[in-house]
């Protein structure tokens, strides 16, 4: 008996077949792009992370190699503007300060119209006040001491909360004032329990700065034109730590790693 003879598949079996060839390729083709563009995402991610601790390490090498000190370490980010504050009477009695409206912190919450923020945001902030008394800051603060390059604003507003007083000065000062300052901040005795002075003590930005030295606390500042001024030690004593009005008191003003902290010139 003759075999039987297979039966042909003909046209369209053949277009089928190649129809599903060719559709295989090109998923093979597309899964290959897709590994592809995930391999240089990839590179180019690790590269801007490389670059961005290069860039970090030579600024921690750069003040590091003249006078020890180390920066803190700048914010970066979606920019916050923080709100218009009111001012509010001061019952200090040191002629000149300046007393803003602070209600609402530290409960949680939103705080009042007019009054200082005091949330934790990630970027920059353009502050309402020169130099800033308070309002929206980094979660990191940064070592207290004396710097002498500008520092951020938003790591030095954390200080403020945590009861440091914070004195800026223009770039511009004289070297005799600027080290009148420094001998005023190194005479200050370390709070009781305290491994630091709770002092900043840094040059601003720019000359824009609105007295040739500023004093702050948190929600209270004092100008004045003279390292000498006898008002600087009443500011001092009567804002830097203080458990009246230093939102989150007790808390530390340094043990931050120097990578993020920075490291005073002075402490």
């Known amino acids: 008996m003759a ?7 003909g046209q369209g079996g053949r277009n089928q077949e190649r129809r599903a060839r060719v559709e295989a390729l ?34 921690v090498r750069k003040n590091s190699a003249s006078t020890g000190q180390v920066l803190p370490l700048p914010v970066v ?3 916050t503007t923080e709100k218009p504050v009111k001012t509010v009477k001061d019952t200090s009695g040191i002629p000149g300060v300046v007393a803003y409206d602070t209600t609402g912190h530290p409960t949680p919450g939103t705080p009042t119209a007019g009054s200082l923020e005091f949330q934790h945001v990630l970027g920059p902030v353009v502050y309402s006040v020169t130099p800033p008394v308070g309002g929206p800051h980094n979660a990191t603060w940064m070592n207290c001491g004396i710097y002498t390059l500008p520092v951020p604003s938003e790591r030095a507003v954390h200080n403020l909360e945590h009861g440091a007083v914070w004195i800026t000065y223009r770039p511009d000062l004289s070297a005799a004032q600027v080290k009148q300052l420094t001998d005023f901040v190194l005479r200050q005795s370390k709070p009781a329990g305290a491994s630091n002075r709770y002092m900043d003590l840094t040059p601003w930005k720019s000359n824009a700065l609105p007295s040739p030295i500023v004093l702050s606390a948190w929600g209270r500042q004092l100008k004045v034109t003279s390292p000498t001024d006898p008002r600087m030690q009443r500011f001092v004593d009567a804002f830097r730590t203080n458990p009246t009005v230093t939102p989150e008191y007790g808390s530390p003003c340094d043990g931050v790693p120097v990578e993020v902290g920075g490291r005073p010139a002075l402490s």
């Open 77 to 79: 980010g979606v920019v």
């Open 26 to 59: 090109r998923k093979q083709a597309a899964a290959r792009e897709r590994r592809q563009r995930l391999l240089v995402w990839g590179s180019a991610g690790a590269v801007a992370v490389l670059l961005l601790g290069v860039i970090a390490f030579s600024v």
């Open 3 to 9: 075999p039987k003879e297979k039966p042909s598949r």
